[in-house]
């Protein structure tokens, strides 16, 4: 097999009609070009230069190999062209697996300007609850992930925070702890409530909060829907915790300084997997944009 540098040296010596004028286009010393062209020779099985006092000349070897290597050479700066080029391209297919409330609430401006900037990249959306699309990247079915970042670190998945989303205490209106002022989270806990599933990112946040102090929330129902949360809320099942975008009139804010905890939304992707353009596009769009800081 002929090895590429061997075959550009050959044409610089052509060229140069010297081993060290070579080298020196080359950077490499004048023993190295002798090295390469040794071995080329060797692998051909041919003289390809006659080296007569200070003078080197092609052999007729070299003289019917030369015109083959240039255009071997050309093909080969052909190739690095168009990879560039394709490189440059942000086009095929994107998958990208979001959460239900992220999808909702902060990607739809994205996902518009995306397609107008890079209109021959094919976006697929599965919108799926934060863990699910935690393991569609982990398993290689989906490229990006955006969703509720894990607060567990994995050595496959890298995590790229891009928005806070603080989340807040709320009750109905009629609700017994409407009107409470400085409320502790002791008596938080003697209230019923409704929160995420407990496998989800949000659930943990919470759960971690009250277990600081010894306490576990007093669950009444799950759901991971957090519009059906907000719902919930409001016809006085209980207390819950939920981002600010979902916060309307028809709630009270419970101000509780041991309940301020917050949910870090982001961009992940498999660490083994090479990233396409169309991601690195897509990620360079959420880190640019003046509104997620």
């Known amino acids: 097999m002929i090895d590429i540098a061997e075959l550009l040296t050959f044409i610089k010596v052509a060229e140069t009609s010297s081993f060290s004028e070579a080298g020196a286009q080359l950077f490499v010393t004048q023993p190295a070009v002798s090295k390469r062209i040794a071995a080329l020779?060797?692998?051909?099985?041919?003289?390809?230069?006659?080296?007569?006092?200070?003078q080197v000349q092609l052999t007729e070897a070299g003289i019917r190999l030369?015109?083959?290597?240039i255009k071997m050479a050309e093909d080969l700066q052909d190739i690095k062209r168009s990879m560039t080029l394709q490189m440059q391209d942000v086009s095929g297919e994107l998958?990208?697996?979001?959460?239900?409330?992220?999808?909702?609430?902060?990607?739809?401006?994205?996902l518009k300007r995306f397609q107008e900037d890079f209109p021959s990249a094919q976006l697929e959306i599965e919108f799926v609850q934060s863990e699910e699309a935690y393991q569609d990247v982990l398993k290689g079915r989906a490229e990006l992930g955006i969703i509720t970042?894990?607060?567990?670190?994995?050595?496959?998945i890298e995590s790229l925070?891009?928005?806070?989303?603080?989340?807040?205490?709320?009750?109905?209106?009629?609700?017994?702890?409407?009107s409470s002022n400085n409320l502790t989270l002791i008596e938080l806990a003697k209230h019923a409530c409704v929160l995420p599933n407990k496998?989800?990112?949000?659930?943990?946040?919470?759960?971690?909060?009250?277990?600081?102090?010894?306490?576990?929330?007093?669950?009444?129902?799950?759901?991971?829907?957090?519009?059906?949360?907000?719902?919930?809320?409001g016809i006085g099942w209980g207390w819950s915790l939920l981002p600010s975008t979902l916060v309307?009139?028809?709630?009270?804010?419970?101000?509780?300084?041991?309940?301020?905890?917050?949910?870090?939304?982001?961009?992940?992707?498999?660490?083994?997997?090479?990233?396409?353009?169309?991601?690195?596009?897509?990620?360079?769009?959420?880190?640019?944009?003046?509104?997620?800081?």
């Open 161 to 178: 925070p891009i928005w806070s989303d603080p989340l807040t205490c709320v009750v109905s209106q009629d609700h017994p702890l409407a």
């Open 95 to 110: 998958r990208i697996s979001t959460g239900h409330h992220i999808g909702l609430h902060r990607l739809p401006k994205f």
């Open 41 to 54: 020779e060797s692998n051909l099985g041919v003289t390809l230069f006659d080296r007569i006092g200070r």
């Open 149 to 156: 970042l894990s607060n567990k670190e994995n050595a496959l």
């Open 248 to 293: 309307d009139d028809k709630l009270v804010v419970l101000n509780l300084a041991d309940l301020n905890v917050e949910r870090e939304l982001g961009v992940i992707h498999h660490k083994q997997r090479t990233l396409s353009r169309a991601a690195i596009a897509f990620i360079e769009l959420l880190k640019n944009d003046s509104s997620t800081m």
């Open 199 to 233: 496998n989800t990112f949000t659930r943990q946040i919470a759960e971690q909060a009250f277990g600081k102090q010894g306490l576990k929330p007093k669950v009444r129902m799950n759901t991971n829907n957090l519009e059906t949360l907000a719902m919930l809320v």
């Open 66 to 69: 030369l015109p083959k290597a």
